[in-house]
T-cell receptor
Framework: QQQVKQSPQSLIVQKGGIPIINCAYE??????FPWYQQFPGKGPALLIA?????SEKKEGRFTISFNKSAKQFSLHIMDSQPGDSATYFC????????????FGTGTRLKVLA | NAGVTQTPKFQVLKTGQSMTLQCAQD?????MYWYRQDPGMGLRLIYY???????DKGEVPNGYNVSRLNKREFSLRLESAAPSQTSVYFC????????FGSGTQLSVL
């Protein structure tokens, strides 16, 4: 019940394409769903996050879609660029808890020029 | 503002050797974490500390020990390194969102 399942494991798109990364969870107590972006040799950094009271959140070219009834959420990258090539992790947390963050297994995205 | 600082960046150990990974944050956060990252397995929590003086096991604590020396510092110790501990280790602190260090790449031969 604590797992967050992420797919696909890897993704290759052309510049300008819209890669979509999906995550699913079981624990309905999760109330915060962040996405982290990681470049080679660096630590993950928060990209965008959503709470379950909204179905969509946009920040620049990045959009999270959230489906509470299906217990799924996804990251869309509009007009993808080669600089978006990175590994993306979804996560889920219970903000009132002490041990908060469960991470997905990551998606390695490559955007071709 | 340095954020989360980890040392060393790279380390090679022989099986059975010991070492300590250091982590310090300058953001006055209470909670700190140690994760390991392995291909295809994402980020797995080793230990966490909710506040100074407290530590708790995460998902994969075997073979590791931690010390929360003060509010700034949270160290991870491998007492007798094993090849299965070859990984990239990340320290993070929690200020409403996780701030990660740049990682330690550890190889155990």
């Amino acid at each position: 019940q604590q797992q967050v399942k992420q797919s696909p494991q890897s993704l290759i798109v052309q510049k300008g394409g819209i890669p979509i990364i999906n995550c699913a969870y079981e624990n309905t107590a999760f109330d915060y769903f962040p996405w982290y972006q990681q470049f080679p040799g660096k630590g993950p950094a928060l990209l965008i996050a959503i709470r379950p009271d909204v179905s969509e959140k946009k920040e620049g070219r990045f959009t999270i879609s959230f489906n509470k009834s299906a217990k799924q959420f996804s990251l869309h990258i509009m007009d993808s660029q080669p600089g978006d090539s990175a590994t993306y992790f979804c996560a889920a947390s219970i903000t009132s808890g002490t041990y908060k963050y469960i991470f997905g297994t990551g998606t390695r995205l490559k955007v071709l020029a | 503002n340095a954020g989360v600082t980890q040392t060393p960046k790279f380390q090679v150990l022989k099986t059975g050797q010991s070492m300590t990974l250091q982590c310090a944050q300058d953001m006055n956060h209470n909670s700190m974490y140690w994760y390991r990252q392995d291909p295809g397995m994402g980020l797995r929590l080793i230990y966490y500390s909710a506040s100074e003086g407290t530590t708790d096991k995460g998902e994969v604590p075997n073979g590791y020990n931690v010390s929360r020396l003060n509010k700034r510092e949270f160290s991870l110790r491998l007492e007798s390194a094993a090849p299965s501990q070859t990984s990239v280790y990340f320290c993070a602190s929690d200020g409403g969102k996780l701030f990660f260090g740049s990682g330690t790449q550890l190889s155990v031969l």
